[in-house]
């Protein structure tokens, strides 16, 4: 039997960033399952490489008996667009194979999913595949219970993966090739604007510290790994699994970098981060959203600012490079708050840090409280929600003009947007200010005086 497994091509334009290409892991760990079982499996990662795959006949030359398609909601559309191309390859006779779709979409937009789609899986997938293939699939929607011993999971399909040209190398790292691994599920905290809840659960599992460097040990003989980046929501949140996995992998002496993303309360103690820094940690992600306590609750994120700047000066102080993920535009916020969270950078100088501009996405506490209170400006087509002014932030924030990222005009604005947008024409009088006074012919400059006289003068305007 032949398996087709493939994603979904990135849309043109998107609030969300979609330029890093990376592995898809959760699609991996299927393949790898279905591999095992002795079924053939086949690859096309449109969010890769977009292509044209269906029309040209690539089901028919390949004999494709089912066809597996992750969903998610920001690239929902070439999903749709696969799933119709299919459909309509059926009802011409031209294939008449079964299509499978999996992945977060399918567990935040259910109800958008097409009838003529034969199996839709929720939640964790290798089980819900296994069945499906063998028949054993009771009803259409499936989800199974949690995998317990994720151990139990093969190595991901690497000999597939490593002959395309996915991203191997990570910002905050000095090493090449940074493979990417996955190594735990679920989240048993609440942020309001996250969905991951209604996908994997609150219920968190992982790999055993052995599994992860039995990994590691594979693709550094097989692919000549040089550094590891964990992408997951919490790497450190199991303290005995970290310690045991940098005791163990220091022991390997296995020369390896590697970076995790994280949350902050969980690296407030020293003696971890130390353990974590002699091991090769060169850099962690954090989820920080805020520099503002009251934003901070609003989040429902359950860290203080306190704890933010302990977790970066440790990690400061043991060489790990800190890369701060900051939200800004979420209901209620002002610019009050927005200071609060830039001195708060300012003063703790971190290695990175960006701001991402809120949009609500389906099925997190902050989309369901802007939809029912009808908080937001614009609604699109694949239910993602705009507040006012998110194109004020957008030329603030990214420098870009609203039209790059959603297709519609926006007209609202609030008092945050108002103070941004003046604080953006200030800059640009001090821009103008400067190219005029530092570009005057020497005889006009002798007529105001000398040159550092004009100076003074450029930075008593600009500072008003």
């Not at 040209?56 to 066809?67: F, P, R, S, T």
């Not at 977790?311 to 790990?320: A, Q, R, S, V």
């Not at 959603?406 to 945050?416: G, P, S």
């Amino acid at each position: 039997m032949n398996v087709l497994f493939t994603t979904s091509a990135a849309p043109k334009i998107s609030p969300f960033f979609t330029d890093e290409k990376r592995p898809p892991l959760g699609l991996g760990s299927l393949m790898s399952v279905v591999r095992n079982e002795g079924y053939n499996v086949f690859f096309v990662d449109n969010y890769l490489q977009p292509t044209n795959f269906i029309k040209e006949g690539y089901l028919q030359k390949n004999k494709i008996d089912y066809v597996g398609i992750y969903a998610n909601t920001i690239c929902y559309r070439d999903t749709l667009k696969m799933f119709n191309e299919i459909e309509d390859l059926r009802k011409k006779g031209i294939w008449n194979g079964k299509i499978v779709v999996g992945g977060p979409h399918t567990s935040v937009a259910l109800d958008t999913i097409p009838d003529f789609v034969d199996y839709v899986v929720q939640g964790e997938g290798e089980r819900a595949i296994l069945k499906i293939l063998n028949g054993e699939a009771e009803g259409r929607i499936i989800r199974e219970e949690r995998i317990k011993d994720l151990d139990s999971l093969p190595f991901q399909p690497w000999s597939i993966f490593a002959k395309l040209p996915y991203d191997y190398s990570c910002l905050w790292m000095d090493t090449k090739p940074v493979f990417t691994m996955n190594t735990s599920r679920g989240c048993p905290f609440e942020c309001a604007f996250c969905s991951v809840d209604s996908i994997w659960g609150k219920k968190y599992t992982d790999f055993s510290a052995d599994r992860i460097i039995n990994e590691i040990e594979y693709l550094v003989k097989n692919f000549g790994a040089k550094g590891i980046y964990f992408r997951e929501d919490n790497f450190t949140l199991n303290r005995k699994r970290v310690e045991e996995f940098c005791t163990k992998l220091t022991n390997k002496k296995l020369s390896i970098k590697w970076a995790c993303e994280t949350r902050v309360d969980t690296l407030c103690d020293e003696e971890l981060v130390k353990i974590m820094s002699d091991a090769g940690c060169e850099a962690v992600y954090l989820g920080v959203e805020s520099g503002s306590q009251r934003i901070l609750d609003i989040l429902k994120k359950h860290i203080t600012v306190e704890q933010i700047e302990r977790c970066i000066t440790l990690c400061k102080k043991h060489n790990i490079r800190t890369y701060c993920s900051l939200i800004t535009g979420v209901p209620g916020e002002t610019y009050d708050d927005y200071l609060l969270t830039k001195n708060l950078m300012k003063k703790l100088k971190p290695y990175a840090y960006t701001f991402s501009i809120f949009v609500g996405i389906p099925h997190s506490e902050l989309y369901k409280k802007v939809l029912d209170q009808k908080l937001y400006e614009h609604i699109d087509d694949i239910g993602l929600l705009y507040l006012p002014g998110y194109d004020a932030k957008t030329k603030y924030f990214y420098g870009k003009d609203s039209k790059q990222f959603v297709d519609y005009e926006f007209k609202q604005r609030t008092d945050f947007d108002e103070e941004l947008l003046k604080e953006l024409d200030k800059n640009k009088v001090k821009r103008s200010l400067r190219r005029v006074v530092f570009f005057l012919p020497s005889s006009i400059l002798k007529k105001i005086g000398k040159q550092n006289e004009a100076k003074k003068l450029y930075k008593r305007i600009v500072n008003r």
